[in-house]
């Protein structure tokens, strides 16, 4: 994985063909269709009996299987802003179920997103440093947002998504607020530099 090779922890990979195995080891994995966003079709593997619901998930299209890692939900946008690459405050996810699926990112109320993240200094900076990482690996262009757990001891990355959501219920926005950046600004700039490359 290219954000790996920056030094960035990322979770293993794992295929069907190593899910029982995997689930052995790891006691619980997550899986998540590779498609799709706003964690529709996420679910969790936690039984040999939910080897069969995933065998089928994954006949019907690609998903991602990785193990399960406890720890807090993170997530940090970059923007192309004034000519260079910046890293936007981090948003820390505290859904109320444990769970920041679909139902908690927008039919529930007790879901928190907290921007600046509570998490310190130091660990406010490390995600903003593999943010930048992520979106650089991959050659990403205008913006984008990278997703984290927070552990007791450590930042794992996720995913990254090179096309986030810009609607009031989605994190990027707040982001942009956070940071000062008007959300009328950060579209004229990211128009200008669609234009600029394709000039």
Not at 101 to 110: E, Q, T, V
Request: aromatic share 8%; glycine share 8%; with cysteine.
């Amino acid at each position: 994985m290219a954000v790996a090779e920056t030094g960035v922890a990322t979770p293993p990979s794992l295929s069907l063909a190593s899910a029982a195995t995997a689930l052995a080891t790891y006691g619980k994995l997550v899986a998540k269709p590779v498609a799709d966003g706003s964690s529709y079709g996420l679910f969790f593997v936690e039984r040999e009996e939910d080897l069969s619901a995933l065998s089928d998930a994954v006949h019907n299209e690609a998903y991602l299987i990785e193990p399960f890692i406890a720890g807090i939900e993170a997530t940090c946008g970059v923007v192309e802003h004034n000519g260079a690459s910046i890293a936007l405050p981090p948003v820390e996810i505290r859904p109320a179920e444990g769970v920041f699926d679909y139902a908690a990112k927008y039919l529930s109320p007790a879901t928190s997103e907290i921007c600046p993240a509570s998490f310190g200094e130091q660990v406010n900076a490390t995600l903003q440093a593999a943010a930048l990482k992520a979106h650089s690996a991959i050659g990403a262009s205008g913006y984008s947002r990278s997703d984290f757990i927070v552990t007791e001891d450590r930042v794992v990355f996720l995913e990254i998504n090179t096309l986030p959501g810009l609607t009031k219920a989605s994190l990027f926005p707040k982001e942009l607020a956070a940071q000062g950046i008007g959300f009328a600004g950060f579209l004229h700039g990211q128009i200008e530099l669609a234009a600029a490359h394709s000039g």
